[in-house]
């Protein structure tokens, strides 16, 4: 993130114009300073997060920076700039917006028949719609999307649902990490669709950068974001992805994919 931006994200006026539709945590859509520079960000207040059994309390806006705080470190390029800042409702994070303000996009993520699923796409679940037909939830084999992928079981992603992924240029982006970087193994997504195959070489590229910048600055600068136990954990599931350099399978003992999936 440009210096400009950061300035911009975590000084700007900050000023609501709506709620995101869905969002468990009250997350807000703000216009972020001047109307000469002004940007979309999502802004999600500490005081409206949902109480989690398996998450402290007041913790998830911290992992939504730490998440991008990795993600830059390692050059993966997935999770959109975020800050931590005082909102209209106290303390949280603020995330610039990405992807388009109207109309749909090409799904990264889909539900179709089975015999729909298009060329290339990965079928990760089974199923039947509402009416009793057979479907499939299905991603694409897009190069980014595997990116995605691979920072997810670095950050022990547990709640990589369809939606959380965006187009953005080239690239894909993947929004709401507040439920990631705990210490015991629990990722759970949608992508699926590698599993058990070895990591490309540009991720373990990545990898490689992110383990080094976790022997460094980044590990400073996640120190008032996690826990020590939490900041062990992602060093030691970053140098395990190195050791055995393979897209991880699911265990068996958490459920592999969210509800909803998309």
Known sequence: MG???EELLTRGDLTPVGRISGSSNGALLCLVGDPADEVLVIHKPEATER????????????????????SEAGGFGVVPPTVLRDGPLGPGSVQLWVGPTTGE???????????????????????????GQPVVVAHCGEP???????????????????????????????????????????????????????IPEADLARLERLAQALDGSLGEALAPLLTVEEVDALVHRVGSLLRWPHHPVPRGDWPAIPWPAL
């Open 3 to 5: 210096a400009e931006l």
């Open 144 to 198: 980014a999307l595997r990116t995605v992928a691979v920072l997810d079981a670095a950050l022990n992603n547990s709640d990589r649902k369809g939606s959380h992924l965006l187009r953005d240029g080239d690239v894909v982006r993947g929004c709401d990490h507040g439920v990631s970087l705990g210490v015991e193994p629990k990722l759970r997504t949608v992508l699926w669709g590698w599993a058990g195959e070895r």
């Open 51 to 70: 109480r989690l059994w398996d998450y402290p309390d007041g913790t998830l806006v911290a992992r939504e920076r730490a998440a991008w705080l990795v």
């Open 105 to 131: 996009q090409e799904p990264l993520v889909d539900v179709v028949g089975p015999g729909e699923v298009p060329e290339g796409w990965h079928v990760v679940l089974e199923g039947e719609s509402t009416l």
